[in-house]
């Protein structure tokens, strides 16, 4: 998804910031055997100064096997929290879903 949003990973780290995961919640829902073809389907859930939230469904090709729900930090090379560039969360917004997981 980034790299539809024109987010190029390291590009980004070249200027000073990194996408880092500060928290994940997964959910197994199916297992899944070693080799098999998955697709990650993701949506933004929320956008925030200096992190965001994402929501993803790991299918095989017929089921959801697992879901996630991920917080992402910006940060600079040191690891600091930072806002995150105006042309990040601009790139981002389009995935911005109203879509809320219902634990």
Excluded: Y
């Excluded at 998804?1 to 990194?18: C, P, S, T, V, Y």
């Excluded at 949506?43 to 017929?62: F, K, N, P």
């Amino acid at each position: 998804m980034l790299e539809h949003a024109g987010i190029a990973l390291n590009q980004i780290e070249k200027n000073d910031f990194r996408f880092v995961v500060s928290q994940i919640e997964t959910a197994f829902l199916k297992p899944v055997e070693a080799g098999s073809f998955l697709t990650i389907e993701t949506e933004i859930l929320e956008i925030r100064r200096a992190s965001s939230v994402w929501w993803q469904q790991i299918m095989d090709e017929t089921d959801v096997v697992a879901t996630q729900r991920v917080r992402a930090a910006i940060t600079n090379s040191e690891g600091k929290p930072i806002r995150a560039p105006k042309e990040i969360t601009d790139a981002l917004m389009p995935f911005l879903s109203s879509f809320k997981n219902d634990d």
